[in-house]
RNA sequence: GCCCCUGUAGCUCAAUUGGAUAGAGCAGCGGACUUCUAAUCCGCAGGUUAGAGGUUCGAGUCCUCUCGGGGGUACCA
């Protein structure tokens, strides 16, 4: 099945074709797809387009006549029950009760992935989100990021590609010393020893739980160990937990690229070498330059300190050369709004290494601002991404996150998110599925194990929005992709839960006084639950049979 | 100082990338369950889209300036 819009923009297209060979609209170049909005007033129908009255000044044509001599070759088309054209020149289209029904019919033929494009089969594309520092918990911000990646993940592979989950596993450098450093005084600390945290020490109450632990399995053996042997107990201690918090938000990476790695395969010598060569790499000050001034970038930066250390720059570079090194059509990374300005910089580092970088794309998110009453921060801690989770549950921080546009600051509401009533907007979409199964288990009392999937005659102007609403999935997804904005399903699952409750309240289902009608909008029920499953498993959240 | 994001109803946000009379939810008011789940539906009210200019048939959306909020501006990640 294809895309809805892009069905009728073709079949517009199509009558200008032949409006054009009739003589009533002069040859000019035609536009691959016609842009359509969903009209305001329900009298200038399902779809309009206000391409006549942008085609006006190029064809001296009124923007009326242009409408209309489409209109004339569009209205016979079964597709549409009415094509009209609207004051300034608007062409409004109507679609067919029939053309709907047989349509919605398709859905039951087709099953789950009646929505799910074609456009990409063959290809691969990898997201890479979370990718956070092994140091401590996982913060609300990366369980935003989490939730964005991985729903855009099920989106790309509902349009053909194969995608690959990928966590970029930051172990390397100074930071680590640091950990390691903070666990072995947490440590000594538990034994009793009076030593104190240094201001750059990591001071959150998980290592003091890690090092009671330590405590408890080792007693004192561990003493005389040094930093590193501690930074490899807390690293790992700290990964497997923020591994099973992801789980716990039905989120499961397919690889853990492990940072350490481009330092000892060579990738980032590598890199450094072929910057040097290209004249694009220069010391100063005992420090390594990244010239990307030469590059078009805004200044210079250093990528090796004057310590001998890297700066994240350099491996951020090598690790994004080694993503299109493995052959990735598409590659996505999902950042926080704190890495953004980094972003052309490892682009251009790409370039520079011979790499497209356009193949690579940013999906930034802005910080998430907790909001409510039982959530407020304790002295020295931070709500972490267990805490919200543990307070309001995995579909619902799921849903949350997923509201708002991605580069919008997401305040979320703990109050409204911890209620469970119709405040809450995840209910709501569930509450619909929850509706159509009981009314599916009736069903089978009066129509009996009916298997035929005739959808007939269904106009009522609820059941005209709740089938068209149904059909613009494809829609909804191809957009998501293609502007890589999740939050779209969001939407639409709450519009298309919306347009079964009003049809739910205008249109009685089951009707023993009516049979053929009862069947009818039996099948459309059947319909919708496939498209609301479809849209809530994207989500990641789910569809609960009674509530 | 400079760069990016942002400002829409009392609150939280939409608005299909420049289209028609700016839409939802919550909060407020009024209706609808002896009838498929009332976690629902229907209706009312709520606006100078922060402000001022500009671009054009047409601006919440684009350009300039002013004012608020957030983020960045490291030899941190």
């Known amino acids: 099945?294809?895309?809805?819009?892009?069905?009728?923009?073709?079949?517009?297209?199509?009558?200008?074709?032949?409006?054009?060979?009739?003589?009533?609209?002069?040859?000019?170049?035609?536009?691959?797809?016609?842009?359509?909005?969903?009209?305001?007033?329900?009298?200038?129908?399902?779809?309009?387009?206000?391409?006549?009255?942008?085609?006006?000044?190029?064809?001296?044509?009124?923007?009326?006549?242009?409408?209309?001599?489409?209109?004339?070759?569009?209205?016979?088309?079964?597709?549409?029950?009415?094509?009209?054209?609207?004051?300034?020149?608007?062409?409004?289209?109507?679609?067919?009760?029939?053309w709907l029904c047989a349509s919605v019919e398709a859905v039951l033929e087709k099953g789950s992935s009646f929505a799910d494009l074609q456009e990409f089969e063959g290809k691969e594309a990898q997201v890479e989100f979370v990718s956070a520092n092994p140091t401590g918990p996982l913060t609300v911000g990366h369980g935003r990021g989490g939730v964005i990646g991985d729903t855009l993940s099920n989106l790309l592979t509902s349009v053909g590609y194969k995608v690959t989950r990928e966590y970029y596993y930051n172990n390397?450098?100074?930071?680590?010393?640091?950990?390691?450093?903070?666990?072995?005084?947490?440590?000594?600390?538990?034994?009793?020893?009076?030593?104190?945290?240094?201001?750059?020490?990591?001071?959150?109450?998980?290592?003091?739980?890690?090092?009671?632990?330590?405590?408890?399995?080792?007693?004192?053996?561990?003493?005389?160990?040094?930093?590193?042997?501690?930074?490899?107990?807390?690293?790992?201690?700290?990964?497997?937990?923020?591994?099973?918090?992801?789980?716990?938000?039905?989120?499961?990476?397919?690889?853990?690229?492990?940072?350490?790695?481009?330092?000892e395969d060579g990738s980032v010598d590598n890199v450094i070498e072929i910057l040097k060569s290209k004249g694009l790499a220069y010391e100063k000050d005992g420090a390594l330059w990244f010239a990307l001034t030469i590059l078009g970038g805004s200044e210079d930066r250093v990528i090796?300190?004057?310590?001998?250390?890297?700066?994240?720059?350099?491996?951020?570079?090598?690790?994004?050369?080694?993503?299109?090194?493995?052959?990735?059509?598409?590659?996505?990374?999902?950042?926080?709004?704190?890495?953004?300005?980094?972003?052309?910089?490892?682009?251009?580092?790409?370039?520079?290494?011979?790499?497209?970088?356009?193949?690579?794309?940013?999906?930034?998110?802005?910080?998430?601002?907790?909001?409510?009453?039982?959530?407020?921060?304790?002295?020295?801690?931070?709500?972490?991404?267990?805490?919200?989770?543990?307070?309001?549950?995995?579909?619902?921080?799921?849903?949350f996150m997923l509201m708002r546009t991605s580069e919008s600051h997401l305040d979320f509401d703990v109050d409204l998110a911890?209620?469970?009533?119709?405040?809450?907007?995840?209910?709501?979409?569930?509450?619909?599925?929850?509706?159509?199964?009981?009314?599916?288990?009736?069903?089978?009392?009066?129509?009996?194990n009916d298997s035929d999937k005739v959808i007939i005659n269904l106009t009522h102007e609820s059941e005209r929005v709740l089938m068209r609403k149904l059909l613009e999935l494809s829609d909804t997804i191809d957009r998501s992709v293609r502007e890589l904005s999740p939050h779209y399903l969001t939407n639409y699952a709450r519009d298309l839960a919306s347009s079964f409750h009003a049809f739910y309240g205008a249109c009685k289902v089951l009707d023993v006084e009516n049979i053929q009608l009862s069947k009818s909008r039996i099948n459309l029920v059947k319909a919708v639950q496939i498209g609301l499953l479809r849209a809530l498993e994207l989500l990641g959240v789910t569809a609960p049979e009674s509530m």
Request: charged content about 20%; overall charge negative.
């Open 304 to 399: 090796v300190k004057s310590s001998g250390d890297p700066t994240y720059r350099l491996p951020d570079i090598s690790y994004h050369c080694n993503k299109l090194e493995r052959g990735f059509d598409l590659v996505v990374d999902v950042l926080g709004a704190d890495h953004k300005d980094s972003f052309p910089d490892v682009l251009l580092g790409v370039q520079a290494m011979g790499y497209d970088s356009t193949k690579i794309k940013l999906l930034m998110h802005q910080f998430v601002n907790i909001k409510g009453q039982r959530m407020s921060k304790r002295s020295g801690n931070y709500i972490t991404l267990d805490n919200l989770i543990e307070e309001v549950g995995a579909d619902v921080v799921r849903f």
């Open 1 to 98: 099945m294809s895309i809805l819009t892009k069905q009728i923009s073709e079949e517009i297209i199509n009558s200008i074709i032949l409006a054009q060979s009739d003589g009533l609209l002069p040859d000019f170049d035609l536009p691959d797809h016609i842009h359509l909005s969903n009209p305001k007033q329900i009298e200038w129908g399902d779809y309009s387009s206000a391409f006549p009255l942008q085609m006006s000044k190029q064809l001296s044509l009124s923007p009326i006549s242009i409408a209309e001599s489409i209109q004339k070759k569009l209205i016979s088309n079964t597709m549409f029950e009415n094509v009209t054209v609207s004051k300034p020149g608007f062409l409004n289209v109507t679609l067919s009760v029939d």
């Open 172 to 263: 390397a450098g100074r930071q680590m010393q640091i950990l390691g450093e903070s666990l072995r005084i947490r440590y000594l600390q538990s034994l009793g020893r009076d030593l104190s945290l240094s201001e750059h020490h990591y001071q959150g109450d998980y290592l003091v739980d890690l090092s009671t632990q330590l405590v408890d399995n080792y007693g004192d053996s561990l003493v005389e160990s040094h930093w590193k042997e501690f930074t490899k107990i807390a690293e790992e201690n700290i990964a497997s937990q923020q591994h099973s918090t992801l789980s716990d938000l039905n989120i499961v990476m397919d690889i853990l690229y492990n940072e350490q790695s481009l330092y």
């Open 418 to 448: 911890r209620e469970q009533s119709e405040k809450n907007p995840v209910y709501y979409v569930q509450y619909a599925h929850a509706r159509i199964c009981s009314i599916l288990d009736r069903a089978e009392s009066i129509v009996a």
